[in-house]
T-cell receptor
Framework: DSGVTQTPKHLITATGQRVTLRCSPR?????VYWYQQSLDQGLQFLIQ???????AKGNILERFSAQQFPDLHSELNLSSLELGDSALYFC????????????FGPGTRLTVL | EDQVTQSPEALRLQEGESSSLNCSYT??????LFWYRQDPGKGPEFLFT???AGEEKEKERLKATLTKKESFLHITAPKPEDSATYLC?????????????FGGGTRLMVKP
């Protein structure tokens, strides 16, 4: 158990809908990262927050957005969902320093029908 | 742009048959090479961090080594419970924030 929690574990929805994925980092970690893992793309970085501020953006679609709240939990919002958005979404956290390891949560499996 | 290539894509071993997994990388200013283990449908589990060429780290049957262009994950006398996908990732100077760039992984299957 990494100490990172994610809810829900599974999410099934229809195209065009909007969903919110939630992540609670390890106790004391200030940085939260979101990654997407699909069969054909592997693990892809989406976005990083550090202590409530956006720190870095990867290949995140404009339909996706995220935020980190004062209690350090984070939410990833996915809107206008398409079939291709079906994937595993992972949250990771780290202490925030440049050389700190990232610890991953169990993931949310999103299925768009 | 940082790049990570892992080989082989899949590896089948008999229990006790030692082998190595390869991770080749190109990065501008390495700030860490990371190995993770991932079981099906689960989140990646952190194994090792290596920072400079020549560094080695060990954990049970696993040993990770690093050169300026590649890293190896050596598995000695593997057991069926070592079956998983092993992921390699790098963090470089050009990366925004502390993002990791992952390779495609090596799927290891150890038969009893």
């Amino acid at each position: 158990d990494s100490g990172v929690t994610q809810t829900p574990k599974h999410l099934i929805t229809a195209t065009g809908q909007r969903v919110t994925l939630r992540c609670s980092p390890r106790s004391g970690d200030l940085s939260v990262y979101w990654y997407q893992q699909s069969l054909d793309q592997g693990l892809q970085f989406l976005i990083q927050y550090y202590n409530g501020e956006e720190r870095a953006k990867g290949n995140i679609l404009e339909r996706f957005s995220a935020q980190q709240f004062p209690d350090l939990h984070s939410e990833l919002n996915l809107s206008s969902l398409e079939l291709g958005d079906s994937a595993l979404y992972f949250c990771a956290s780290s202490a925030g320093g440049t050389y700190n390891e990232q610890f991953f949560g169990p993931g949310t499996r999103l299925t768009v029908l | 742009e940082d790049q990570v290539t892992q080989s082989p894509e899949a590896l089948r071993l008999q229990e006790g048959e030692s082998s190595s997994l390869n991770c080749s990388y190109t990065v501008s200013g390495l700030r860490g090479l990371f190995w993770y283990r991932q079981d099906p449908g689960k989140g990646p589990e952190f194994l090792f961090t290596l920072y400079s060429a020549g560094e080695e780290k060990e954990k049970e049957r696993l040993k990770a080594t690093l050169t300026k262009k590649e890293s190896f994950l050596h598995i000695t006398a593997p057991k069926p419970e070592d079956s998983a996908t092993y992921l390699c990732a790098v963090r470089g100077d050009n990366n925004a924030g502390n993002m990791l760039t992952f390779g495609g992984g090596t799927r290891l299957m150890v038969k009893p």
